[in-house]
């Protein structure tokens, strides 16, 4: 901008460039312009770098959007009406003496329904909201599909989160020892891979009961598998560099060498893991709600929601959409993030 | 090779045992009550009890359950009240209705998931491509029973054209749903890994190198493309089979199927969990899955040869220089 304003034509340059007198200041150094710091080409902090990368990318971004609206509702969706998430809403009928109850009721929006049936008939529901109508007990859809999701999201981080530290550890520690520790720890997860998911619930309901606890302890039992072969390969990578052989001359220990310098350098990977188990224990849940071995009523999760609507399928089938919806959406949305993140955090040379 | 081999089989045999002891165990130390006491008096429980031996010490138990499996191939009565008829009265039809739609979703997964994988990777940004990565898209965040609920509701309750339920009498109409919406996930993965590894292949020297030389169409993408992008394609699919042996539990309860997954349903759902069902299950499902990651290995094996050459070994170090780069994504169904 400033350099358009200097700009003089070619005869006026030469007229202005013979009148002038060059003074002091023209040799001395101009200290308000840091040319020090090299701006084009400035070195991008590791964390900084893989941000700017990943908010480049619009799959992610619209994926981590879903995903904090999602949390939003989850954690504020069934407060934004007065029903409990197992209230049964009903009215007292005063002419015939009898309880009403709003069973099955199609979704409700204030004006849209106004407008759609007008003042024709009678309701004794007029003054209540069902945004996405009630079930056929007679339980409002939006606060029960938004408390599910809390239950659903809820099972998925902290299962995952432990599974993480429990696998990360398994892998570093199996990968950095190597030899017979390591062929050990490699069977012992070989045979822990090779009995089905399944399984593993079918046998622990025989003897727990059935409900949150049967899920959360079947997705610890799977799901650290994958954290700790990934952490085990990149602990192989990094293991033979030769900062890891600095350290260790300078003396620190195996838990140094494991956790202090490695393992922030395996962080990367596991977090990309990470993202795309969460969506799986969210599918898991879902699924062993859906088979009868999961949440227990009056309590509810998208799965178990899934289930109710798919059981009254041939007569109410918008019951089934909201729970559907929401998670196809959460799936979607940590695959994306999943993947935007793989791509940030290990950029391939054509990509930069 | 054939040392290799060998050892991978002896590896699966020990594992098998291992899973069998564990699942024994478990089932069998683990508190709980295989008969419903609301219903059974304590003298008739400990009559059953001792009827079916729960009173002998655990190794016994396990060396005769062992011996009876292994010499009859039976796999003992069911242990709750309502449900005492021998568990080989119902394993037979179960297990040929799960296999038979399992066979079916298997094949129609792979064969339309590499067509498709191969046509998206020789028109690249076109039509198919596009159309394989929507595909891919659906089948990672629409879980297969969402999918198979649509179907049924569309194609079954709608529009009369397939049958509500399975029915082995009408077998190819009724089985064309459950096996489509089985197949939904394996499909989508099969396609998508398909495709990048062709693109992959393509883009290398060698069929650089091969086209200079004046190959091309057909001959240039089966002989150079093909060989050498399928092999890692081999590896996803072991996972998948397994999936959808397992996903098989949604499909049966949605269509109705007498199969494996709803037997073991029954058995956990049911009031006093059946222990020997569940038992006998899992140590099938386990056989099953040990038995298909033996043979893909074997296969797997086979088609590359640089584990050919190299034995075990060779295997090992390219999955743990891979690792981390191999598709978190994979087997996201349980």
């Known amino acids: 901008m400033s350099r358009k304003k200097n700009v003089v034509s070619e005869p006026a340059l030469q007229s202005l460039q013979e009148a002038y007198v060059p003074t002091q200041e023209d040799f001395t150094f101009d200290t308000s312009i840091d040319i020090h710091t090299d701006r084009n080409y400035a070195s991008v902090g590791f964390w900084k770098g893989v941000a700017t990368r990943f908010f480049k990318n619009k799959r992610a971004v619209i994926g981590l959007v879903i995903i904090g609206i999602s949390i939003f509702l989850a ?41 759609m049936t007008g003042e024709a008939y009678d309701d004794p529901f007029a003054d209540r909201v069902f945004l996405f109508g009630t079930d056929s007990l007679g339980r409002d859809l939006w606060t029960r599909v938004w408390y599910g999701a809390r239950v659903s999201l809820l099972i998925a981080f902290v299962t995952i989160f432990i599974d993480m530290i429990v696998g990360m550890t398994f892998g570093l520690v199996s990968g950095y020892f190597g ?18 998911r399944l399984v593993i619930v079918g046998v622990l ?34 293991k033979e560099q030769e900062y890891i052989m600095a350290s260790r001359t300078l003396g620190a220990g195996s838990g140094r060498i494991i956790f202090i310098d490695i393992l922030p350098n395996t962080i990367g990977p596991i977090i990309t893991q990470m993202m795309f188990s969460i969506p799986n224990a969210i599918f898991t849940e879902a699924f062993l709600s859906f088979v009868g071995v999961g949440i227990m009523l009056p309590q509810c999760s998208i799965g178990s929601l899934i289930e109710d609507g798919f059981n009254n399928i041939t007569t109410l089938p918008y019951q089934i959409v909201p729970p559907i919806l929401v998670l196809a959406f959460l799936m979607l949305a940590f695959n994306f993030v999943g993947d935007g993140l793989r791509e940030a955090l290990a950029p391939r040379i054509e990509d930069m | ?24 165990m478990l089932v069998r130390i683990m508190p709980g009550n295989p008969f419903p006491s609301e219903r059974m008096s304590d003298e008739a429980i400990a009559k059953k009890r001792e009827e079916m031996g729960l009173d002998d010490p655990i190794l016994v138990q396990f060396g005769n359950y062992m011996k009876e499996v292994l010499t009859t191939g039976s796999f003992g009565k069911g242990s709750s009240l309502y449900n005492g008829a021998p568990i080989s009265s119902v394993l037979p039809t179960a297990m040929s209705n ?3 739609i399992g066979a079916v979703a298997i094949l129609f997964g792979i064969t339309v998931g590499l067509i498709l994988g191969i046509a998206a990777a020789l028109n690249r940004g076109h039509f198919w491509d596009v159309f394989c990565s929507v595909l891919s898209i659906v089948g990672v965040c629409v879980p297969s029973y969402v999918f198979m609920i649509f179907l049924q509701y569309f194609f079954a309750y709608k529009t009369t054209i397939f049958p509500f339920y399975f029915n082995n009498r009408r077998f190819w109409l009724s089985t064309i749903m459950p096996a489509l919406s089985l197949s939904l996930f394996s499909m989508s993965t099969i396609a998508r890994f398909t495709r990048n590894e062709m693109v992959e292949v393509m883009d290398s020297d060698y069929v650089l190198m091969a086209e200079s030389k004046g190959m091309y169409g057909t001959r240039l993408v089966t002989r150079h493309v093909l060989r050498n992008a399928l092999i890692p394609v081999v590896t996803v699919i072991a996972p998948l089979i397994v999936d959808l042996l397992t996903g098989a539990l949604v499909v049966e309860k949605i269509y109705g199927i007498n199969g494996m997954g709803k037997l073991m349903v029954d058995a956990i759902t049911g009031e006093g969990i059946d222990y020997n069902y569940v038992l006998a299950l899992g140590i099938i499902y386990s056989a099953l899955y040990i038995f298909i990651m033996l043979v893909l290995d074997i296969v797997y094996c086979l088609l590359d040869p640089r584990i050919r ?7 090992r170090r390219r999955e743990d220089a891979a690792g981390a780069g191999s598709d978190p994504g994979e087997g996201v169904t349980v």
């Open chain 1, 75 to 115: 954690l504020a969706g069934p407060y934004m009406n007065q029903y409990g998430y197992s209230d049964i809403q009903s009215v007292y009928d005063e002419e015939t003496g009898n309880e009403v109850t709003a069973r099955s009721l199609p979704p409700r929006i204030p004006w849209l329904h106004k407008l």
């Open chain 1, 179 to 196: 030899g017979i520790l390591d062929d050990f720890m490699q069977r012992f997860l070989e045979i822990a891979n090779s009995i089905p």
């Open chain 1, 205 to 238: 309901a025989t003897f727990m009961p059935k409900g949150i606890g049967l899920v959360i302890v079947a997705l610890l039992l799977t799901e650290w598998i994958g954290m700790s072969k990934i952490a085990r390969a990149e602990m192989l990578k990094n």
């Open chain 2, 1 to 24: 090779m054939a040392r290799y081999i060998v050892k991978r089989v002896l590896m699966a045999g020990v594992t098998l045992f291992i899973i069998t002891f564990l699942l024994f």
């Open chain 2, 98 to 100: 799960s296999f038979k």
């Open chain 2, 309 to 315: 050459v190299a034995g075990e070994r060779g295997k």
